[in-house]
């Protein structure tokens, strides 16, 4: 018969990739969306950065074919850093505990787990997604911060009229460092922000990484402030609204006191006055006219500074007086002359823009000509000194600004000649970074594939892509076999043509990215052999001109075949039904040599074979099995299919062959002997006949015995076989007619069915002969079949075969008779001249039922003993209904009760608790009671003088059912 099998899934992966690259790029590319505004996470909690795609063609995504890289950029970095990679089905993260699910990537959610996020982690994520030949990428930004804790000196002030006192308010361990803290006063005409008198220090940088500070507000209040309320409100990132913290004033008269030595200080007050008034006039020369030269900086700029990403350059001149100075801006490329680009004054009608002259489109984007550089100049004065900061924000390029000079020119009164801070510009590119090659997760031997190798985020182009072959077991020194070379943004170069190298192919897939970026995918397209690619390994190897990189990353071949299969053999060709027969089944064709075959019987498994070592390997690497099966086969099985399937590495699912067994040896079936008269006397003649049925072919003789005697009688007829329409089987009947004698009571008679096929075992019915008059009971029945607690219910038990006024019964339980709702039907005579009755014992089952064995007894003047029938009922176990715990008080006791109802057995262990201890006083608990459900109910008690200690004390009631192994709590609280 022919294979079949899931085969497609399995080619499904090569062939999408290799006809969305016959049709270079138009394949489309991935959808990737990400979170739509900031990530706000507080540090020390977990993040979710979301990345969704969209844009793919199948409802789950096979991981073999995808690949996932998170990068992440920091707050002022040039550069961008791996943080998670799945590539091949494998995770890598290069932060700990950062995780990808499989089971959201099969939907196409690439979301991003960070926990216990940290301040270092702010910054720009990119996530980028390959599922070959398609890519995408989405950004979105993170920012991590911790909320200050606040606190006042004191909530309350008390002040006497005419002094002074200071209140502090400390805010603490916060990120970042931008914090405002203000103070304002509430009295009766109002709300009004104080300006004055208040002392903010700096910021201190804790070992965490937060940040303290403290701001103080200094009150020299009259006896109108008494009463008024003053706020200190913070404001931070990490605040929704602003924190408030409010302190209340009073205000006092001072006691007055008269010093004894009040001449005295006068004198000395008056000395102090005066040099303090002397000390002041040379502070304030110092402050007011006193001038002071400017300090500069060095321009500060980045670590890097990168090709088309804007760069920020700054520079501090502080602490100068008076404060009118003037900036100008240089710049001298390469081989150029020094240009001005930019001058500025602090005086008032002197800021000028950059002067519109070409000099000035000093470092300018691809896509702009006439975008200048952008500087920004502010200027402040505190305590009588000014301070000034310019900041420079451009975007360059390196093959214009690489080495260019950049010049800063500071002019003051102070100063006998401008202060000049100069800094080279070192414009550098991106590195391009790779990602492993990706491969179909099932290479299969002689169908197409391609191999992808995704490069990502680099600048400027060019870029060099070579593909390499090192053959499976080359020696160590064989050097690389080039097969592909190509400069991206050329034509391909594939070494010795297309004449020398027939097998491989090559193609791009090129992305510019919203950061000015380059990404491109390189496609190596080939059909793979077992001899020559199982275990080749391919390189790639990237050469970037512009950072002297050079990366290159290689995949080894895991070539795979997929097996075929021929008939199944059976072994004898038509199968004995209830014997051993074998099958067998050569699979051939497959690579590697590890194979698992199952055998079934219409979708029913009989065996399961793992064959790692008997498969023969071929000539074109390729290995052959066959498998054996011994089984039994059943009557039943005619027209069933056998199947043969296979699991191999090379297909997903598995592949089968089938055989239908419309052909089966089958022995025949006996049904049970049946007699005519059932209980005959003696002298009757009686007719004993059996029925076989089932059997193939239809050659059958039968066999009678008594007392395993063989019985030659010619009252013994056979029918001819029929055939059963339904089954294919034939059946048939024999019969004897026999005289029965006086002492045939409880003789056994046999017949066998030999069929000739089977001849070795025959098929056997045995039946020992029964006289008339000896009660025959039936299996006790209950009415209704499931009983129930507190449900009546009847239970039937007939006899027949007595003879009349010749027996009695009885129901039985705990061996002694019961004696209500027991009734017998009037004796019936029957055809045969004997009777039958029917005897019912109704009663409604209580717990004291339950596991209770009820017996039915029927005595006769035939047999010395009672004829028996036993059952016990199937009543349910059933755990205890509790109530809530009842307490009350009486004289100074506390009691408490809990009631139990509906439960059966009774066997349950009650214990008390007070609060986590054992109760160890006296515990009552009544006995058990049949309640109108017919199961038991009981209360259970305690009784104690609380201690004041007790209250608010848990009350704890623990009940466990023995039965049904259930434990049930209730609780309470002491409320006196």
Not at 752 to 768: D, G, I, Y
Request: glycine content about 6%; hydrophobic content about 35%; charged content about 25%.
């Amino acid at each position: 018969m022919p294979c079949s099998g899931d085969l497609w899934p399995a080619l499904f992966p090569g062939l999408i990739a290799v006809l969305a690259l016959l049709g270079a790029a138009e394949g489309g590319d991935l959808v990737v969306s990400m979170n739509s505004r900031m990530v706000e996470v507080p540090v020390n909690k977990d993040a979710l950065l979301e990345c969704r795609v969209s844009g793919y063609k199948n409802s789950e995504i096979n991981l073999q074919n995808v690949g996932v890289i998170w990068y992440h950029k920091k707050l002022g970095a040039s550069t961008k850093d791996e943080v998670y990679k799945f590539s091949g089905g494998r995770h890598t993260s290069y932060r700990k505990d950062a995780a990808i699910f499989d089971d959201e990537l099969k939907k196409g959610i690439a979301s991003l787990f960070l926990p216990r996020v940290q301040f270092n982690e702010e910054g720009d994520y990119t996530c980028v997604v390959f599922i070959s030949p398609d890519q995408g990428s989405g950004e979105s930004s993170m920012i991590v911060s911790a909320e200050p804790q606040i606190s006042l000196s004191a909530t309350a002030i008390t002040i006497e009229n005419g002094t002074e006192k200071s209140v502090k308010c400390d805010s603490t361990a916060f990120y970042p460092l931008a914090i405002q803290i203000s103070w304002l006063k509430k009295s009766k005409s109002g709300e009004q922000k104080i300006l004055d008198h208040i002392c903010t220090g700096s910021p201190v940088r804790n070992a965490d990484g937060t940040y303290n500070v403290s701001s103080h507000m200094r009150l020299r209040p009259t006896l109108q402030d008494d009463g008024n309320t003053y706020v200190c409100l913070v404001r931070h990132r990490s605040l929704d609204k602003g924190t408030e913290l409010t302190t209340h004033l009073t205000v006092k008269e001072p006691e007055i006191v008269v010093p004894g030595g009040i001449i005295t200080c006068c004198v000395i007050g008056s000395i102090l006055l005066c040099s303090l008034i002397m000390i002041g006039g040379f502070l304030m020369y110092l402050k007011i006219f006193r001038k002071v030269p400017p300090k500069v900086s060095e321009i500060d700029k980045p670590p890097h500074i990168i090709h088309l990403e804007e760069t920020v350059l700054t520079c501090h001149i502080s602490g100068y007086k008076p404060a009118n100075i003037s900036l100008c801006c240089f710049l001298q490329r390469e081989g150029g002359n020094q240009s001005k680009i930019f001058q500025w004054s602090s005086a008032p009608g002197h800021s000028q823009a950059p002067e519109a002259i070409d000099q000035q489109k000093l470092i300018c984007n691809g896509d702009s000509a006439n975008e200048s550089i952008h500087i920004e100049m502010t200027a402040v004065t505190h305590d009588g000194r000014s301070s000034a900061k310019c900041k420079i924000i451009f975007i360059p390029e390196i093959d214009k600004d690489d080495g260019a000079v950049l010049s800063l020119q500071v002019s003051h009164s102070t100063l006998g000649k401008p202060i000049t801070k100069s800094i080279q510009l070192k414009v550098e590119g991106i590195a391009p970074k790779m990602i492993n090659i990706l491969a179909p997760p099932h290479i299969i031997h002689e169908e197409v594939i391609a191999l992808s190798c995704p490069i990502d985020g680099f600048t400027p182009r060019p870029l060099a892509i070579t593909w390499y072959q090192k053959p499976y077991k080359a020696k160590e020194n064989m050097g690389l076999k080039e097969i592909v070379r190509t400069v991206y943004g050329s034509e391909d170069v594939i070494v010795g043509g297309k004449k020398d190298l027939p097998k491989y192919s090559h193609s791009l897939n090129e992305l510019t990215n919203e950061d000015n970026t380059y990404s491109v995918t390189s496609f190596l397209i080939f059909t793979p052999t077992i001899l020559e690619d199982h275990e080749t390994v391919y390189v790639c190897e990237v050469e970037h001109p512009a950072t002297a990189s050079k990366t290159l990353h290689q995949v080894k071949l895991d070539v795979k075949a997929i097996p075929e299969c021929e008939d199944i053999k059976l072994a004898p060709e038509i199968p004995i039904a209830e014997e051993f027969a074998e099958s067998t089944c050569r699979i051939h064709s497959f690579f590697p040599k590890n194979i698992e075959v199952i055998w079934k019987m219409d979708n029913k498994q009989l065996q399961e074979t793992k064959a790692e070592t008997e498969p023969t390997l071929g000539t074109d690497g390729r290995y052959s099995f066959t498998d054996h099966l011994k089984f039994i086969p059943a009557r039943e099985d005619l027209g069933k299919i056998l199947t043969c399937k296979f699991k191999h590495e090379s297909i997903i699912g598995t592949k089968r062959t089938d055989c239908k067994l419309d052909k089966l040896i089958s022995p025949p079936l006996m049904d049970d002997m049946k007699i005519q008269p059932q209980y005959p006397k003696p002298g009757d003649l009686t007719t004993f006949s059996c029925h076989a049925r089932g059997f193939y072919p239809k050659d059958i003789m039968f066999m009678w015995f008594k007392n395993e005697k063989r019985i030659d009688d010619k009252e013994i007829t056979s029918t001819d076989p029929e055939i059963d329409k339904n089954t294919g089987l034939f059946c048939c009947e024999s019969r004897w007619k026999y005289m029965i004698l006086a002492d045939d009571h409880q003789i056994d008679f046999k017949v066998e069915a030999l069929h000739f096929q089977t001849s070795h075992r025959p098929a056997k019915v045995f039946h020992s002969l029964l006289l008339g008059g000896i009660p025959k009971l039936s299996d006790i029945i209950l009415e209704p079949e499931t009983p129930f607690y507190g449900q009546p219910l009847v239970l039937k038990c007939n006899v027949t075969n007595f003879a009349q006024n010749g027996i009695s019964t009885n129901w039985l339980m705990d061996n002694k008779p019961i004696l209500k709702g027991v009734r017998n039907t009037d004796p019936k005579e029957e055809q045969d001249g004997f009777y039958q009755l029917c005897s019912c014992l109704e009663l409604i089952p209580t717990a004291l039922h339950y596991n209770k064995k009820l017996v039915f007894e029927v005595k006769n003047q035939i047999t010395p003993e009672a004829i028996t029938k036993h059952l016990y009922l199937p009543l349910p176990g059933n755990s205890p209904t509790v109530s809530e715990i009842y307490c009350k008080e009486k004289s100074s006791v506390a009691s408490f009760k809990v009631l139990l109802t509906d439960y059966v057995p009774q066997e349950i262990e009650v214990k008390w608790f007070k609060g986590e201890q054992p109760y160890t006083g006296s515990v009552h608990n009544g006995l058990p009671q049949i309640a109108t459900t017919g199961l038991f109910s009981s209360t259970t008690e305690i009784e104690f003088i609380p201690e004041p200690s007790d209250h608010d004390l848990e009350i704890r009631c623990e009940i466990f059912h023995l039965e049904t192994k259930k434990r049930i709590e209730q609780k309470c609280r002491l409320p006196f």
